[in-house]
């Protein structure tokens, strides 16, 4: 049991059940009975190191990225930077291996480095709901303020860390739904599997283009819906050339349109297309996601849904901060909408495609 749960069942603050539990003052004596009886009856233990985390915590913010950082989450690390260092926190940059990702290795980070705060950049620790739920019981046991910054906590879990993003599922259906306003109907989707990966940025994405065509009527060819060849490094170049490159060796060149699950899965698919002999977007309309500045330079020049990065960084700053200075505040889970680059990758489907 955690802090947070145990004060839920008592139907008071976090802070007044820690500070019960720690006979500290500002309790009343009524109150601070019914806690103590409360973590007796169910078992709960005060976490020692965690509450060593919370008194001996410095204004310096951790910010933890999983596997390798792509060029994105590198543009945020930078912003996350200058609104912290605004507030008066230094930021520290930790690099966990995949294999690495789990609660101890977040506890250890911050135990050491006595952070008054966590970001995880990015997504962190097993993709599964029922692995990423019990990740989220292991990190609420180390009582320290955390943010997830560019995808949500999809754990599904009743106490979720607050989140900040852009918001991918309506991102996926306005790219899917410009394409239909053009008369593409035969649209695949690459760099996502719909079995896999619940609340994902992708997975997210790929909900909105689903939702998109069967508000047209237009029925979602499971064919279409490219799964990854490169499960491991989802939002690559390599994973969006593999992907595209294995669709096109089974036949599968009906579509007059891709949307790919982030900039850089299209760069790869562009690459594909272009050696199968497809042209883009003559042949094929191409659609990214992230607003990166390599689909700018792509020829043609990549349509995409931007990501407003400075407010996802002053929101994710905004909303930890505040979780330091009130560690009882409800958590937030914050979506903002992204912005469409019309670029030169799109046009209308050539009428015999249709």
């Known amino acids: 049991m ?22 500290r003052t500002g309790v009343s004596q009524e109150t601070r009975a019914r ?8 078992g709960y233990v005060p976490n ?13 913010i951790s910010v933890i990225i ?21 507030a008066g926190f230094t930021t520290t940059l930790t690099h966990v291996p995949v294999r690495r990702a789990h609660a101890a290795t977040v506890e250890r980070i911050v135990r050491e480095g006595k952070f008054g705060g966590v970001v995880f950049l990015g997504r962190y620790g097993d993709g599964e709901p029922a692995g990423s739920s019990e990740l989220t019981r292991q990190l609420a046991e180390i009582d320290a303020p955390m ?7 999809y754990s ?21 739904n410009h394409l ?15 079995e896999q990966g619940r609340g994902h940025a992708w997975a997210l994405r790929l909900a909105g283009y689903r939702s998109a065509l069967e508000s047209k009527g237009i029925s979602v060819d499971p064919g279409l819906v490219i799964a990854p060849s490169l499960p491991a490094q989802l939002y690559t170049v390599e994973n969006g050339y593999e992907s595209t490159r294995a669709w096109l060796s089974r036949g599968r060149v009906d579509a007059t349109a891709l949307i790919a699950s982030c900039d850089a899965v299209a ?16 042949d094929c309309s191409l659609m990214g996601f992230d607003g990166l500045d390599i689909g700018h330079y792509l020829v043609p020049r990549l349509a995409t849904i931007a990501q407003p990065l400075s407010e996802i960084a002053a929101a994710t700053a905004r909303v930890l901060l505040a979780t330091i200075d009130d560690p009882a505040r409800p958590t937030e889970q914050v979506r903002i909408r992204g912005r469409f680059l019309p670029g030169e990758s799109v046009t209308k489907p050539h009428p015999a495609a249709v």
């Open 2 to 23: 955690t802090i947070k749960e145990l004060a839920h069942i008592c139907g008071v603050a976090v802070s007044t059940a820690s500070r019960a539990m720690n006979d």
């Open 35 to 42: 806690i103590l009886e409360a973590a007796a009856q169910h």
């Open 48 to 60: 020692s190191s965690a509450r060593s985390l919370k008194i001996t915590s410095t204004r310096a």
């Open 66 to 86: 999983q596997g390798e950082p792509s060029r994105l989450l590198i543009n945020v690390l930078q912003l996350l930077e200058e609104e912290f260092a605004a």
């Open 147 to 153: 943010i997830f910054c560019t995808t949500s906590d």
């Open 156 to 176: 599904g879990t009743s106490y979720p860390h607050s989140s900040v993003s852009v918001d991918d599922y309506a991102g996926g259906l306005e790219l899917t």
């Open 180 to 194: 239909t306003a053009l008369g593409h109907r035969r649209i695949a989707f690459v760099g996502g599997d719909s």
């Open 267 to 282: 760069v790869g698919a562009a690459r594909a297309l272009h050696e199968a002999g497809i042209a883009v977007p003559a």
